[in-house]
């Protein structure tokens, strides 16, 4: 059976795209976040995952507003990014993991989890930044995206998104395969874009979160969607995306590294490399 080696965690904020099209990591600007995962490069080149099922959420790349599943997973042989404005230059076709991907729905539909299946796939920045971040030369991975909608009420709760990432992390571990799997969470943390509250930030909320996926990984579903809008700002709730990842990862962790850097682009940048202890 497969095996699931830990999970990851980051933001994926554009402008980093943009940082490292141009160069910018050694920056003062940027530094204290790049360096930030330097210690998840080496875990990466000791561990050496085959496939990365990606928790992220789209922005209008894939899906828009008429039409927003709650859920949807990706079963394509590849996964290819447009231009969505940022200026960020458009990478390579990101190869698929097509018998996970099946395997991953059919288990979530059997779990009564109303999945969108999705057999050709955009990937917007949410999805291509962090794995340049993990792996910045070049993605020796194939990918099974899970796309969670953060965009268009009503969302899927805390505790629903938690629930899913234990029934893909289930799936993972079901499937018929020699392959290390690591799962990726991509988002947040604490930012609101616009409104009264834009630039709005709770480094103590982020802090208490982060520490929680270690060892209490249940303690954000306590949470309303609406009470974590309050707590993290607007765009803040794609920390949905990292307790999926969580719920993915089974048991016991260990932490490997963590970095939290203030501000990128007025947003709370986390970062965070967990390893399966069971």
């Known amino acids: 059976m497969a095996r699931i080696i830990g999970g990851l965690t980051t933001s994926h904020v554009p402008a980093i795209g943009g940082a490292i099209a141009r160069g910018l990591q050694q920056e003062p600007y940027w530094k204290p976040f790049f360096d930030g995962f330097l210690p998840v490069h080496a875990w990466?080149?000791?561990?050496?995952?085959?496939?990365?099922?990606?928790?992220?959420?789209?922005?209008?790349?894939?899906?828009?507003?008429?039409?927003?599943?709650?859920?949807?997973?990706?079963?394509?042989?590849?996964?290819?990014?447009?231009?969505?404005?940022?200026?960020?230059?458009?990478?390579?076709?990101?190869?698929?993991?097509?018998?996970?991907?099946?395997?991953?729905?059919?288990?979530?539909?059997?779990?009564?989890?109303?999945?969108?299946?999705?057999?050709?796939?955009?990937?917007?920045?949410?999805?291509?930044?962090?794995?340049?971040?993990?792996?910045?030369?070049?993605?020796?991975?194939?990918?099974?995206?899970?796309?969670?909608?953060?965009?268009?009420?009503?969302?899927?709760?805390?505790?629903?998104?938690?629930q899913l990432g234990q029934a893909v992390g289930e799936a993972i571990r079901s499937w018929d395969s020699d392959k290390r799997v690591v799962v990726i969470g991509t988002g947040g943390l604490s930012h609101q874009l616009d409104g009264e509250r834009a630039g709005f930030i709770n480094k103590p909320f982020d802090l208490k979160f982060m520490d929680s996926l270690v060892s209490d990984p249940e303690w954000a579903t306590q949470y309303s969607i609406h009470e974590l809008v309050e707590k993290t700002g607007t765009q803040g709730v794609e920390l949905l995306m990292w307790l999926a990842t969580r719920g993915a990862v089974p048991g016991f962790v260990r932490k490997v590294h963590t970095n939290y850097h203030i501000p990128i682009s007025n947003t709370a940048a986390g970062m965070m490399a967990l390893e399966c202890l069971d």
């Open 44 to 162: 990466l080149e000791e561990v050496k995952p085959d496939v990365a099922v990606v928790f992220y959420n789209d922005h209008g790349l894939n899906f828009f507003l008429d039409k927003m599943p709650t859920f949807a997973v990706g079963a394509a042989p590849e996964y290819r990014n447009s231009d969505e404005g940022w200026g960020i230059p458009t990478l390579p076709p990101i190869p698929g993991e097509v018998d996970l991907s099946w395997h991953v729905i059919e288990q979530l539909v059997a779990r009564d989890f109303d999945v969108t299946t999705c057999q050709e796939m955009l990937v917007d920045h949410a999805f291509t930044i962090p794995l340049k971040l993990f792996w910045p030369k070049s993605c020796p991975v194939k990918t099974v995206p899970i796309c969670i909608n953060t965009v268009q009420f009503p969302l899927p709760s805390a505790r629903r998104c938690y």
